[in-house]
């Protein structure tokens, strides 16, 4: 987790292996051992179909990166050779289980190195889950509760899944961040170089940022989100009551992926705040401690893990990427034509119109049939508008908006636009023309829409001018095809 302040250093050396034990968990008020899987035993049916994570698993992966720092200097931090060992390991294990994997280079970065991204074939392209923890320490450590836990447990996650090859029904993209300590930075980067269709695909971003704190508590990014119920459902069927992560707020890789528009949840076990005495009575563990006793220091090493947080938090990743992806077979594509009425013969059905709008009206010609929908061309201030809700099927390979739009104009202007079309689909705005795109005839425009699928938006056409000289928008033939 990103702190309030930030040591770096650079140190370059080899790998090497060693042995380490984690330490045991804290107690609670119905311990686990470390070698046993925490499952629920009054769990849903659901929950018992997803895969039981393997804490000793992720404890192997947890000694890597650990033996990785002791080669390199101590750390792992962003654009060292430890966080480029560490970035080789996890890449060579998930190529090797049949992912695609790719590094990003994060240019912007304090220390400019690579995030590693990694999609599982199977699923439609447009319903991305996205599982994401950051790579990189703080250069005073290992940084292994801070973060190899997350990385860990994505990687376990992402092999088991590969292992077992289920039908997806979404599909699942996993990612390693460089730079979080620094300021978010590597997350930032990638969210940023995603076009709004891009974002658009990406239905949940889920963060899993300290997942094994020593002394720690059971929190839930956005705890009451619907994007967060299947991870608070699987904790809940352990009886652990989770909170709210408050401490972690804006101080990990989901802070920018919230601030696009894309839901975000995640786990965490709490940094350098101290653990109440309530949290202490329902959680066991040290009150007036911090949750992370090691957080940012040397000692943040596999000693400083418990085992029973950590498997918890395993278990519950792979409950939440059962029930978002996993599933009897793809969503088939219902596709076709969505938009109802697009000719506009039919009457104004399902078209919500200002008055006169859908017309056959002889001033302006038809592209085909008789009848169209003509926005303005009055010479006078007015505002008109042609909406209708469409629903999005999911599943499918594209997703094209289209229409053919006429634009006649009295204006004499090259430069200055005076009226205005706005082309919206739900709250995003595809295009804006105005009077400067007259034409003598139809001009057929499209749009890739793919960011939509499996949503019920409404697509709206709204026509200003100003108080002279007329400008006509004339729109035929409206189709939205999925297939």
């Not at 962003?78 to 190529?95: E, H, M, P």
Request: proline share 4%; aromatic share 10%; glycine share 10%.
């Amino acid at each position: 987790m990103r702190g309030r302040t930030l040591s770096a250093g650079v140190a370059l050396a080899v790998f090497a292996a060693m042995t380490v034990t984690l330490a045991a968990q804290p107690a609670t008020a119905s311990p686990a051992t470390a070698s046993t899987a925490t499952r629920p035993t009054a769990a849903a049916a659901a929950a018992l179909a997803a895969p039981d994570i393997s804490v000793s698993n992720v404890q192997a992966h947890l000694t890597q990166f650990n033996a990785i720092a002791t080669s390199n200097g101590g750390h792992r931090r962003a654009g060292s050779a430890g966080y480029t060992a560490s970035l080789s390991y996890v890449k060579t294990r998930l190529q090797s289980a049949g992912y695609t994997v790719s590094e990003q280079y994060c240019s912007s970065c304090t220390y400019p190195s690579n995030n590693l991204i990694a999609e599982w074939p199977g699923g439609p392209a447009d319903q991305v889950v996205m599982f994401g923890a950051h790579l990189d320490g703080v250069s005073a450590g290992p940084g292994i509760n801070d973060n190899a836990t997350g990385s860990s447990t994505l990687l376990e996650n992402a092999l088991v899944l590969a292992a077992q090859n289920p039908t997806m029904t979404k599909r699942v993209r996993f990612a390693w961040w460089t730079d979080e300590e620094q300021g978010l930075n590597g997350s930032r980067f990638y969210v940023n170089s995603l076009n709004s269709t891009q974002r658009g695909y990406i239905k949940g971003y889920y963060n899993f940022d300290m997942v094994g704190s020593v002394n720690g508590g059971y929190f839930i990014n956005r705890v009451s989100s619907s994007t967060a119920a299947p991870l608070k459902a699987y904790w809940d069927s352990l009886g652990l009551q989770p909170e709210e992560n408050v401490e972690g707020q804006g101080r990990s890789d989901d802070y920018y992926f919230q601030q696009a528009g894309i839901p975000t949840s995640g786990y965490a076990a709490g940094a350098s705040a101290r653990k109440t005495s309530s949290q202490a009575a329902k959680w066991g563990g040290t009150a007036n401690s911090a949750y992370d006793p090691c957080y940012h220091r040397s000692c943040d090493t596999t000693a400083n893990v418990s085992a029973t947080v950590l498997n918890r938090a395993a278990d519950g990743v792979a409950y939440a990427l059962w029930q978002l992806a996993v599933g009897g077979g793809t969503p088939s594509c219902v596709g076709g034509q969505v938009v109802g009425n697009g000719g506009f013969e039919s009457g104004s059905t399902p078209w919500t119109a200002s008055s006169g709008v859908i017309t056959n009206a002889s001033g302006q010609p038809a592209r085909t049939g008789s009848y169209k929908a003509w926005l303005n061309g009055n010479g006078s201030t007015r505002t008109e508008s042609l909406y209708q809700s469409v629903t999005v099927p999911a599943g499918c390979a594209t997703y094209t908006l289209s229409f053919w739009l006429h634009i006649d104009t009295a204006e004499t202007t090259g430069s200055t636009a005076y009226d205005r079309l706005t082309v919206q689909l739900g709250s995003s705005t595809l295009a804006t023309y105005s009077n400067l795109h007259a034409a003598s005839g139809y001009v057929q425009r499209s749009f890739n829409v793919a960011g939509f699928a499996g949503q019920t938006v409404t697509l709206r056409f709204t026509g200003t001018e100003d108080s002279s000289l007329q400008t006509s928008f004339v729109i035929d033939d409206v189709t939205l095809q999925a297939s």
